[in-house]
């Protein structure tokens, strides 16, 4: 009962952060380390199980941002502008438009995710470098909120993004991929505002750019690890899926409302806090 209780927590926990561009790596870490998964007495399994849970509730995340986004990113049916005639004619000009975009952005991020994972992890999976990254790109919001605030973005809709924009954007994913607590939304929500993207158009552009890198991303997590799991274990897995989902629905809705009239400055504000506390935390509590 108490591993659905926190498995309960972690998927809430994740449904929140995971799109909100303060890093659900940091907050993952902290929760895993206060209540963790112990779904067996063998500690190595609980470590490899953890690693397959963390990437089923993205997958739970995922799935509100596809369902929210359905009528925006599903390509197929009619449409006033059609990619072409006779079976093209079923395919919408716009969205596949939006689909080479967003796997443009997806490449750099992807081949740098396949060839360095493991040596990623290794390297900058800890306290010190997740508390500096979240510090770094927390004070990175605030002075690019400064910048752009008097200036009107030259692409308002997603659909505005050229193609090239959408590669920079990818480049700067790339970041998020190296070093971790950097938050995936965070680093392409402040290239795009770099590059001269409205904040509307580039937390949209960012959630849709989320489904084939997270997607991408657990499929390899769960070809690696494999799905043979326990009763327990399979329990788990499912209630942090369903609750990661449930959570994200309201999330994603509720973001996109507070962009239309506000800035990242408050995440911004946020992730420094979050920094500092998680290097005190680990450095002199849970050492």
Known sequence: MLMVLISILTGIVEGITEWLPVSSTAHMMILNKLLPLLVSNDAARNEQFYKVYDVVIQLGAILAVVLFFWKRIWPFGKSKKPLGEGVLSYVKKDVFQLWVKILIACIPAAVIG????DLIDKLFYNPACISLALIIVGIAFIVVENLVKNKKPSMKKVRNITY????YIGLFQVIAAIFPGTSRSGAT??????LGVSRAAATEFTFCLAIPVMAGASLLKVIKYGMAYTFLEWAVLLIGFLTSFLVSVLVVRKLLDYIRSHDFKIFGIYRIILGVLIFVLFTFVLK
């Open 114 to 117: 396949i060839l360095f994972d």
């Open 189 to 194: 929500i402040i290239g795009a505002l770099l």
């Open 164 to 167: 090239k924009t959408a590669l």
